[in-house]
């Protein structure tokens, strides 16, 4: 790496709850009171409703710039930044003298206020993957529901006894602590600066506003979020002038209405990261659209009464708390390495759309309950459609384009190949003669070449000239934890590009991706994005978690190659040594247990594999393997039923040990045995270390098997 990797580890989660929930509470805090602030400072009801309406939209500038900015100066300075803004408009909100100070204030208020929201996703998402963000985020906004479900009854209760400035000196006690808290417990999160200039911005917010998939995520939010604000912004009035109830009582409905909102946040909580995004988006979107149209059928054929309004509120919030942190946990999880301006393009979108829809409403408010309900209703509408359209590439890749892929090959009956394809001997026939040192010296590769780490240092200056000149999105998490992650250098400008993934060797325990940056030079000068991937390394984890990883990264990639202009179908691997093994890993796996097409690969070259992981019990690297029987078995592709039918290039150098070489000859005997026919070609003149030059040279054996397959 360029640098140490800073640790990540999630500060206090009542800290985050508390920095959201103090703006959320300063945006419903004055609802109840809407009706005597137009009294008090002479306006009209509409103007009095500017409260809510410019509080949202100070809200959307505000979270472009957090995003960026946090992702060039951390989270931490611009979250302290934010509550100080905020603790500033609330004061200001205390003694506002007319309507016009009112709604400066509360500019400046949701300026400061939003900078929780913003960060606190930001900083779960750099922490944690998609899976388990979408969680986080649940208790998260579940816990941050509690504010603006009593704020409303707060703020309607001292409506009537004390006066609605009360409750912002309450709003200030409350920014002072949580902002003192932030000071001495927030922790940065922040995994590596990302560069911050008006070109990198207007890029990093392009990249996202190509993306179907944050689209669609997004605008499934800010819908839902638009359709609640219309609610909130429309029913005071209802409730109070059209149906002579209290300011207080509006509190207390709507306190019961936002318990849906609680109740589904907590089954996202709890199912998220069992279920997936996709599925809790669905469940509570199909939930929303019942709720609303039992909404419209009620006060149709009902009247207008709290019944008629809240009741199916109640529900139209419980599948909104299912799908509220899914769709944001998606939205943020499209490009994780710039989570901090998704969220913030997320968060200015969401405020956007819900400003617009309640001054929409403002203009259209009448003395019936039809503006409110039929806002509401379009809004909910809109939402689902917007969360289907975010799926779509998804299901594009898992089915649609299924029917597509390659003809499958039909293996051939055992009884129909064994004639044409004799048996090899048993593998410990083959090393069990062997003395302690002749098996350390054919099964470990640095054995046999003892100058190994002067290969390495040889293509230094073409790896350092690679991270230097091309694009690259680096450091991109594919799963949770240490070194699960990976460097993508996509083709600058195009679209629809071949996708090249590899896989580094190092016997499992040993080498890092920023070393292989020179295998994307060729690739990417020809118009091949090439994903250059990490795994947990042994002894930190088993070879389970080794294998688990790598196939994790392989599914990121399909699922995210049209994001950095790839094409999922076109995907394409390599693997040197142990990333070999990982190769073989890949083709017999059954993909669309994942949901992924089947014949994810279109080919695969797997350079100086070990396939069997059972000689290296023998050797002294296992030491850090911890290899048992039972895993080695688990993991012995030299048995396992190859799943992907792809062309596969098996390669050797003719310098190695014999009983290394004669792995990819078991192996590729074990395809063929499948009826996949591969042969095996041996580089005469290289080793196990220098055959990695050939990357660097686009006439080699390696490079012109990878560019016949990317082509196909």
Request: positive net charge; aromatic residues 8%; proline residues 7%.
């Amino acid at each position: 790496m360029d640098r140490p990797r800073r640790p990540r580890r999630l500060p206090p989660l009542w800290l985050l709850i508390a920095a959201t929930g103090v703006g959320a509470a300063s945006l419903h805090i004055i609802l109840p009171s809407l009706p005597r602030i137009a009294n008090e400072f002479a306006s009209d009801y509409g103007s009095a409703q500017l409260a809510l309406t410019v509080y949202l939209a100070a809200m959307a500038p505000a979270q472009l710039l957090y995003g960026p900015l946090s992702d060039r100066y951390g989270r931490r300075p611009l979250l302290l930044l934010g509550l100080s803004a905020y603790l500033f408009g609330t004061m200001l909100c205390v003694y506002a003298w007319s309507i016009d100070v009112l709604l400066v204030a509360r500019a400046i208020q949701a300026f400061g206020g939003c900078s929780g929201m913003v960060l606190a996703r930001a900083i779960v998402r750099d922490v944690h993957d998609r899976e388990r963000s979408a969680g986080l985020i649940a208790h998260i906004t579940m816990a941050m529901s509690l504010a603006p479900m009593f704020a409303p009854a707060v703020g309607g209760w001292l409506e009537v006894y004390v006066g609605w400035r009360v409750g912002f000196l309450l709003l200030s006690a409350a920014g002072a602590i949580t902002l003192v808290a932030a000071w001495f417990r927030l922790n940065e999160t922040l995994p590596e600066p990302v560069p911050i200039a008006p070109r990198a911005m207007a890029g990093h917010y392009g990249l996202l506003l190509r993306s179907p998939a944050f689209l669609g995520y997004t605008m499934g939010t800010a819908l839902a979020t638009a359709s609640w604000y219309a609610f909130t912004a429309g029913a005071p009035y209802l409730l109070v002038e059209a149906m002579g109830q209290t300011p207080a009582a509006y509190g207390t409905w709507i306190l019961f209405a936002m318990g849906g909102y609680t109740a589904g946040n907590l089954l996202a909580s709890r199912r998220s990261q069992h279920l997936g995004v996709d599925r809790m988006i669905l469940a509570g979107s199909v939930i929303g659209i019942l709720a609303t149209v039992a909404l419209v059928l009620w006060v149709w054929l009902g009247g207008l009464t709290p019944y008629a309004l809240f009741l199916p509120m109640l529900v139209l919030t419980f599948g909104q708390g299912m799908t509220q942190p899914n769709g944001i946990a998606g939205a943020i999880s499209v490009h994780p390495h710039i989570a901090g301006a998704a969220s913030g393009l997320l968060g200015f979108i969401q405020m956007v759309v819900s400003a617009v829809a309640t001054l929409f409403l403002a203009a259209i408010q009448a003395p019936t309950a039809w503006p409110t309900v039929g806002v509401v209703s379009a809004c909910v509408a809109l939402s689902a459609l917007a969360f289907l359209w975010a799926a779509l590439p998804q299901r594009r890749t898992a089915a649609d384009e299924r029917p597509k892929a390659r003809p499958r090959r039909r293996a051939k009956p055992p009884q129909r190949i064994e004639p044409e394809v004799p048996a090899m001997p048993e593998p410990a026939a083959i090393w069990s003669a062997l003395t302690p040192d002749e098996h350390e010296y054919q099964y470990n590769p640095q054995r046999a070449v003892p100058n190994f780490k002067d290969y390495q240092a040889e293509r230094a200056p073409a790896n350092d000239r690679a991270r230097e000149t091309l694009q690259c999105h680096r450091d991109v998490a594919y799963a949770e934890g240490p070194l699960r992650d990976l460097d993508v250098y996509p083709v600058p400008g195009a679209s629809g590009t071949a996708v090249h993934i590899f896989i580094h060797g190092g016997y499992w325990r040993a080498q890092d991706k920023a070393n292989f940056a020179f295998v994307a030079e060729h690739l990417v000068a020809r118009g091949i994005a090439a994903v250059v991937i990490n795994y947990p390394l042994c002894p930190a984890v088993t070879l389970d978690g080794v294998v688990a990883s790598a196939l994790d990264a392989v599914a990121w990639t399909a699922r995210n190659a049209r994001q950095f202009g790839g094409d999922p179908r076109r995907i394409t691997l390599s693997g040197h040594s142990a990333g070999a093994h990982l190769g073989a890993a890949a083709i017999a796996t059954d993909w669309t247990l994942r949901d992924l097409p089947r014949d994810l690969l279109q080919g695969a070259v797997l350079i100086s594999g070990i396939y069997d992981p059972t000689p290296a019990m023998r050797t002294t690297v296992n030491a850090e393997l911890k290899l048992t029987a039972a895993i080695a078995r688990r993991h012995n592709y030299e048995l396992a039923t190859p799943s992907v039918r792809c062309p596969v290039e098996i390669m050797a150098g003719g310098q190695e040990p014999s009983h290394w070489i004669d792995q990819s000859f078991r192996y590729a005997h074990h395809l063929a045995a499948n009826g996949m026919g591969p042969g095996v070609r041996v580089s005469p003149g290289y080793h196990h270390f220098d055959i990695m030059n050939q990357y660097q040279d686009p006439d080699s054996d390696v490079m012109r098997a990878i560019l016949r397959l990317a082509r196909r």
